[in-house]
């Protein structure tokens, strides 16, 4: 077997002339010969894969230290969960497990006979708000019309009523001073009538002088009682006439309190208002709840997790269904807490889906988590109970993925992550 690094070259020896057969030279093999060409070789081969052993794992190294890994990450996405705004019976399912489907697309109908019902109570209940409204306007309309009427005749009343009582109050003084004039003549009448009487008596005037004088004392009394009389009414028509004024004056009030009327006639129109707003805010609300019988898509995605059929009771409380949007998705990688001392957001990645049969995609790291995924979970460890055990944590990375039309990728596909930190 011949050495790698030597090579054995065998060349026949030249033997002596005088040789004969049968002289004890005469059985002699060739003697091999070695060469030192191929030493020299190997003494160059060598040293040149030892350096570049050598290199290659320098260059290992340093590659390795300049970019993390982990294959604990997969694939995130958005899910959006799909429930009732209102109660109802289901009417209709439409859509199918794993159903792609688009935004605005009906997904479950429900029973929307009870919604009709209230839309038309909440119609009715307009119509007759806007009918209240419009009596309120014209209630306004007249009562401004009429304040300023009410208010000039008011004051025409008062005007009158004070002007009868100064007519009043002269024909009192003209009374009065009838009543004295009377008074005077009667008294006149009266002393005449002595005279006379004495000297009817005395048979110094005649009977038809003494009768005489007696009439005109009478007609004196007559004259007195009369003014009085008219004295009296004078005074009756004052008192009458301080009640007429008194009523003119209230009057006058009351059609000064106008502004306030009108002040209540605007408030009722604006309470009007407010009811016709309240009712078309019912109305409102009746056809948005009734426009919630059909359930639609918010989002483009693939109907999952569906658990509602037809003609059960649907609540919003309880999911119907889950739409999943694949143009979304994302990576989320867990890596050791001792790799994430280099890792910034912006550094390149290079993912592998398992379901592609590790595909490389491209990416970047978006995000670092603010805490350790144990920290978040339901059971956060508490490592001063006593009994402590270390355990290598993880961050979750979150990292963007670039256009990859052509794949899709589903939320919770495992993939392999690596960052490169440098």
């Not at 009417?91 to 489907?101: A, G, M, S, T, W």
């Not at 007559?222 to 301080?242: D, H, K, V």
């Not at 805010?281 to 995605?301: F, H, I, M, P, R």
Request: glycine fraction near 6%.
């Amino acid at each position: 077997m011949t050495h790698p690094a030597r090579s054995v070259l065998l060349h026949p020896v030249t033997m002596v002339s005088s040789a004969q057969p049968g002289t004890p030279f005469s059985n002699v093999e060739p003697i091999p010969v070695v060469s030192d060409k191929p030493r020299r070789a190997a003494r160059i081969v060598l040293p040149l894969l030892s350096a570049l052993a050598f290199g290659g794992a320098g260059a290992a190294f340093f590659s390795g230290s300049a970019k993390e890994a982990t294959d604990d990450a997969q694939v995130e996405g958005h899910v959006a969960y799909v429930a009732p705004h209102v109660a109802g019976q289901v009417k209709r399912v439409l859509v199918k497990d794993n159903q792609p489907v688009r935004v605005g697309d009906i997904l479950v109908e429900l029973d929307d006979r009870d919604l009709l019902v209230r839309r038309e109570a909440a119609r009715a209940d307009l119509a007759a708000a806007n009918a209240s409204l419009r009596a309120a306007e014209t209630q306004l309309a007249v009562t401004r019309k009429s304040v300023d009427s009410n208010l000039v005749v008011a004051r025409g009343g008062l005007a009158q009523a004070a002007s009868i009582r100064d007519t009043t109050h002269a024909a009192i003084d003209q009374a009065r001073a009838a009543v004295q004039s009377a008074e005077s003549r009667r008294a006149l009448a009266q002393l005449e009538f002595d005279r006379t009487a004495e000297l009817f008596q005395g048979s110094v005037v005649a009977k038809a002088q003494y009768d005489s004088s007696r009439s005109q004392l009478e007609q004196a009394n007559a004259a007195l009682l009369q003014t009085q009389a008219q004295l009296t009414s004078a005074e009756a028509s004052r008192q009458n006439s301080s009640g007429t004024l008194e009523s003119a004056r209230g009057r006058v009030i009351a059609a000064e309190s106008g502004p306030e009327q009108v002040s209540a006639a605007e408030a009722a129109v604006e309470l009007a208002h407010a009811r016709v707003s309240q009712a078309q805010a019912a109305l409102d609300q009746a056809e948005l709840n009734l426009s919630y019988t059909q359930v639609k898509a918010e989002v483009d995605g693939v109907v999952s997790r569906r658990s509602v059929e037809a003609g059960q009771m649907a609540a919003p409380e309880r999911p119907l269904l889950a739409l999943v949007p694949l143009e979304d998705t994302w990576v989320v990688a867990n890596f050791k807490e001792d790799q994430i001392a280099r890792m910034k957001p912006g550094q390149l990645v290079s993912v592998r889906v398992d379901a592609y049969s590790g595909k490389k995609l491209g990416g970047h790291v978006e995000s670092l988590a603010g805490g350790t995924g144990a920290r978040f979970s339901l059971l956060p460890p508490d490592n001063a109970s006593g009994n402590f055990t270390k355990v290598v944590q993880r961050v979750p990375v979150l990292i963007r993925l670039d256009a990859h039309p052509e794949l899709e990728l589903r939320p919770g596909l495992s993939a392999q992550a690596t960052v490169f930190t440098e």
